[in-house]
Every structure is written in C-alpha cells, then in structure tokens.
C-alpha cells in the first residue's frame, strides 16, 4: 500500500516539476536512491552470446551481495552496441547523458570501445571494461575513471612465445587478420618468442574477416616451421583450425594460438580443433575449488556453461563491489572508490589476480589443449602476467 | 618459392579468379546489357551461400542443394526484376544506386530473421574431400580443382549462349540498341528477365560452390562485392571478355601478394586498380 502511494505521488512530483519546466532525469535521479549501472554490450550480431555471458556474470556477482552494491539498490540500463563502432561514442552518450548512470560496462569489440573511451574520458563516467583488449585504453590513453577486467590483446601471447621455445618448437610462423587486436597480439608474442630465443619466420596476414586461408596455408606447407603461433576468433577461428587440418598441417606442425582461437568454436572446428594449444587467463578444467563452485552456481542460475566472458563479466561485478563496499555506496567519493577499485585482490574462478597501475589485471597464464571440445588446463605458461603499460601517465 | 609451391599458388589464384569471374560476369552483363548498377549483386552471392547451407541440412548432398538452390535462385531473380528493376531501367543511375543499396540493407535483415546471425560452415562433399600429393608436404585439395572445373564449364556456356545462340544473338541486339530491337518484334521484357535471373544465378552458383571453403557468415556478401566491381572496373564495364582477364588478374595479385608481401595484402588489388585506371581510365577491354 505505501509503496503504491509512495509511487503515486512521487510520480505526480515528478510530473509536477517536468511541467515546471525541470529537467526530468535529474529529478528521477535526486528522488531515487539506486545506484544506476548501464551495460552498453552487443546484444545481437556476432557477438551477442559473448554480451550475454557477461551481463550474466556481472549480475550472479550482485545476486551473491543480495543485489546490491555498497547497501544501495541497483537499477540497471541496457543498450545493444551491436558491435558498431560507428554508434559508440553515439550509445555510450545516451547511456551517461540521458539514463545518468554511474557506471559504464562496456564492452566487447575494440573498435566499440574507443568510443567509450572518448566519452569516459570526456565525461569522468566510471568505465569497466569486461572484453575489449585493445591497447591504447590501459596504455598511452590510460584514464583514472578506467578500469579493465579482462585482458589486452597481447597478454595471452605474451604467455606463448616462452612455452613454445620450451617445447622444443624454436621456428614459427605467425598469421592473423591484419587489423589492431591481430596487430596487438602480434606484439606480445614478438615479444616473448624471440626473447626465449625462437625465430619468426615470416609473418603471414590476411584482411579481416576474409576466411580464405588456402593460399597462406600454402605458403606454410613450402616453409616447413616447427609450429605456427595465430590470432583469430569467433567463426573465422573454427575455419582457420578445419582448414589447417584439411591441409594436413596438423600431422607436422603444432598449431598454437592466443586462447580466442578455441573459446566458444570448438562445436563447430569438431575433431580439427584436438590437441591446438592455446594460452589464456581461464579453462574449463581449472578443478579450483573456486572455479568448481562458479559453475555449479552459473550453471544452477542460467542453465548454461560458463566460458572466459561470464568469467570476466563476473570479475567486472566483484571489483565494483570492491568499490562500492568501501565507500559505502557512495560512488562520487571518486578518489576512496578508485583507491579501493586499484588495491583490490580479486577471488576470480580464473584464480587470484590483482590490479597493474595502469588499471588491467596482472594475471596468471594458463596452457591450455582442445581435447574432445574442452579446453583442457594442462598448467601455467607464466605466472603474474602484466600488461607493459607503455605510456600510461595516471598523474 | 621452388616450383610445387609456385604451381599450388597459381592454382590457389585460378580458382579464386574463376570464382570472381562468376559474379563480375553477372554483374556487368546486367549493367551491360540493361544499364543498371547493382550494388545488391553480393547479396546474391550469400544467399547462394546460405541456401546451400540450408539445403545441405536438409538433403545432406551438395549437389542435391546446388542443383535445387539454382532452380530458386532464377525464380527470386526473375521475380525481384519483374518487381522491381524493370521499373529502374530508365531511371537514373543514382535511382539505381539507392535501390540496390536499400536492397543490400533489406537482404541482410531477411538472412537475419530467416537464418540467424550465425556463422555456418558447410562440409566438403565426402568423395571430393581428398587431396591430391604435389610433394612430401604440398599437397592440392579435389574439391578446389572440381570448383574451378564448374567454373570454366559455366564461363564456357555463357560464351556459348551469348556469341553463339538465337537467345544470345536478342540479348546482344537489345544490348546494343533497345528501340530497334523491340520494333523488329523480340520481347525485350523477357529477354531483360532472363538476363538478370541469370545473373543472379551466376552468383548465388558461386556463393553455393564457395560455401564449404570460405564458410557462411553475415555480410559475406559486401567484401566479395567490392572485389567484383574492382573486377568489372579493370576489365572494361560491361564486358564479359574483360571480366574475364580481370578476374584472373585480380585472383593472381590477390593470391601472390598475400603470399609475398604481406603486410599490403589487403591492397594489393588496389593498387593494381590504380594502376589500371591510370593508363586505361575505362579497363582493359572496353567496348
């Protein structure tokens, strides 16, 4: 009954002073005391399961504290990114100008997110980003009010290069779409190969998202490496593992990939995909107690198996509890937020990691082999990982 | 690059060409022979793509799928021009613009609700999935040999259809001069509508027999299209001869510059467009 009132003659307020003349978000926002989380995650196209599995993953993290964040109600906001990087900075405006939320989480493509970026930056929104790995956002354009949950681009392949030189497989060739993420992952497995004393024998690139790989598959045959190191993702992923094999490259050569290759394809690459070893900050067999334990609950509360975006999305969920915990809620106490956000230790199911100066995980490393559609923990290729952070300048 | 290698990429390049030849040839002859543009011939292609998905699900044979995928494509040709671009012949080449730019928009909405948003491979029929040995390591996929096979035999037909028959002899007349041809008593309104269903064949054939090798996805039909107007802008607009040669053109900078210069692989076909336009602004083969 007094909520219906309540409702009633806050509504009537609220009519009241819009016919005033006065602003209506700003007076829905001074009667309510929720705090007001918007996703800005693609809910349709390509990567629509990946937007799903990270909304789940934040919204368990909020179920497991009742709900809400530092004792305050939560109220959500959603916008469909549709992975556009046209509409991003158009969608994120919408998000912190009209809804007025107080955290931005967003998002998958990397393209997208420079456009959230632009509008965090300009508007001092707090940004968590679950997916994006793209450099530029925890490097030189690093901001205070930024945060990443996930990974960059070349933090899995800074993993690899050590791991393969180690595994007696000293000449490779890398291939990849040329575009910023295969660019990006390029980078760190340039890095770690050569620093272990492998050679790179040539550099293969193909523009994205073309799936014709014969002609390079060619070109690889004639050059005979001891293993190829790659970057792809999604569909063109699963055809890039069924090509190699249909080649025949799989008998003489190990195949060997940031984690992406193999995360969320291995139904449809089938029994090409067996025994690609990938390095990546989650597995499906980790076996921790902490990992068994969330995805029992996962699988309990979406009747789904997690993957390495629930994960991420439910790690964007525990730092901002950590956040909002220790400010009690009050998220415009901005500099005890980011302090408590920076000095988190967060309890992942991908394992304890911590937060680098420049606001991305330094995190552990695992190998994992495809064998019969999972992705098989095997061990960690490098423990602690960090981004380089080059250029990064917090003030 | 020793000579297995140089012989299994200028295979790679045959077969890729041919298959651009497919849907340039299709493309110019309707621009050639009834004036419009048709930015919409790459959703061809993908529907050709999906239905030999969606058939092969359905039939579990390949041949089966392209065969039937064939029958409705020349139906959904037919009809889109009896529908619609026979109103667009004398309308201006911008009308023809946006209407096949909208088409673009509206095809790829229909794939998404009819087929989702999903990407699908279609498996190599069992009895072509083999290879052939060229060296210990090297060895030629059948499927791609029997692919660019179907392609010379369908680049064949359509030269014989075209200089050869009664049918082709109208096409070329209406082509040629539409008034004179109409007052000697030949139906040009069916031959434009055989003309576009089998453009519109031609590419949905090539998406269909492309399918198992460069998958299903959304939007597979704007890159391919982009190349097929580099295609048709090379060889001359509106000839079939030209397309010819520029497809094979395009299929061998394509396939060597990914192969040996990588880091411009995604210009390469450009630059050579470039190259073109700048000693022969109107292509190769000009009419």
């Known amino acids: 009954m007094t909520t219906r009132r309540i409702v009633l003659t806050r509504s009537a307020a609220v009519i009241g002073a819009a016919s005033s003349g006065l602003l209506l978000p700003q007076i829905v926002r001074a009667q309510s005391n929720k705090v007001r989380v918007g996703f800005m995650l693609p809910y349709t196209g390509t990567f629509a399961q990946l937007g799903a599995a990270i909304e789940n993953g934040f919204r368990m993290a909020l179920n497991e504290q009742g709900g809400k964040l530092g004792g305050r109600e939560v109220e959500y906001f959603k916008v469909d990114d549709e992975s556009n990087p046209a509409k991003g900075i158009e969608n994120a405006t919408r998000l912190v100008q009209r809804d007025k939320v107080d955290v931005l989480v967003g998002t998958v493509h990397s393209g997208v997110q420079m456009g959230i970026h632009k509008v965090a930056r300009d508007t001092g929104v707090l940004n968590l980003i679950p997916n994006a790995g793209v450099h530029i956002a925890t490097r030189a354009q690093c901001a205070p009010n930024v945060f990443r949950t996930s990974f960059t681009n070349s933090q899995p392949t800074l993993a690899l290069g050590k791991a393969m030189v180690a595994n007696g497989h000293k000449k490779a060739v890398w291939i990849t779409w040329s575009y910023a993420a295969g660019d990006e992952a390029f980078e760190g497995f340039e890095q770690s190969y050569t620093a272990a004393g492998g050679t790179i024998m040539k550099k293969l690139g193909l523009p994205f998202p073309n799936v014709e790989f014969q002609a390079l598959l060619t070109e690889i045959a004639s050059l005979k490496p001891d293993a190829v190191a790659c970057f792809f993702a999604g569909g063109g992923a699963a055809k890039f593992m069924s090509d190699f094999a249909a080649a025949g490259l799989n008998k003489s050569i190990q195949l060997y990939g940031s984690g992406f290759l193999t995360e969320g394809v291995l139904e449809a690459a089938g029994p090409a995909a067996n025994g690609v070893l990938t390095t990546m900050h989650y597995g499906d067999s980790l076996n921790t107690p902490r990992d068994k334990q969330f995805r029992l609950e996962y699988a309990k509360a979406f009747k789904l198996q997690p993957d390495v975006y629930a994960v991420q999305g439910y790690d964007t969920g525990l730092l901002l509890i950590k956040g909002a915990n220790a400010v009690k809620g009050d998220l415009n106490n901005k500099k005890a937020l980011y302090a408590a956000m920076e000095g988190a230790v967060i309890d992942s199911p991908r394992g304890k990691w911590t937060m680098s100066k420049a606001h991305n995980p330094i995190q552990d490393m695992y190998m994992r082999k495809v064998e019969n559609k999972e992705n098989k923990v095997i061990g960690i290729a490098q423990k602690a990982v960090a981004d380089p952070a080059t250029g990064c300048r917090m003030g | ?287």
């Not at chain 2, 040999?145 to 369908?154: D, E, N, R, Y």
């Not at chain 2, 048709?232 to 040669?245: T, Y």
């Open chain 2, 1 to 287: 690059m020793d000579f297995a290698n140089l012989l299994i990429q200028l295979l790679n390049s045959l077969q890729y060409g041919l298959l651009l030849f497919m849907l340039a040839a299709g493309l110019t002859l309707i621009f050639g022979i009834m004036g419009v543009v048709n930015l919409a011939h790459g959703s061809f292609y993908m529907l050709g793509a999906y239905l030999a998905w969606f058939l092969v699900g359905q039939f579990n044979s390949l041949v089966v799928a392209i065969v039937l995928g064939t029958m409705l494509a020349v139906v959904f040709g037919w009809l889109l021009e009896w529908l619609l671009f026979r109103h667009f012949y004398k309308r201006d080449h911008l009308d023809q613009v946006l209407l096949t730019f909208g088409l673009i928009y509206i095809f790829e909405e229909m794939r998404s609700i009819l087929w989702g948003d999903d990407v699908h491979s279609v498996p190599v029929p069992e009895m072509l999935n083999w290879s052939i040995p060229l060296t210990d390591n090297l060895s030629y996929p059948v499927y791609r040999l029997v692919m660019s096979g179907v392609c010379v035999a369908l680049a064949l037909g359509l030269y014989l259809l075209i200089s050869k028959t009664r049918l082709g002899m109208k096409i070329r007349a209406g082509a040629f001069n539409r008034e004179m041809t109409e007052s000697l008593g030949i139906n040009i309104r069916l031959i434009h509508g055989v003309v576009f269903a089998l453009g519109v064949a031609l590419a949905a054939i090539a998406g269909m027999i492309a399918a198992p090798i460069s998958s299903v996805y959304p939007g597979m039909g704007s890159s391919v299209l982009i190349m097929c107007f580099v295609v048709v802008v090379i060889g001359g607009i509106g000839s079939v001869r030209g397309a010819l040669v520029a497809a094979l053109l395009v299929g061998l900078v394509d396939t060597f510059g990914k192969v040996l210069v990588p880091q411009i692989a995604g210009m390469a076909v450009y630059m050579l467009m470039a190259l073109v336009l700048l000693y022969k602004p109107e292509g190769l083969f000009k009419q």
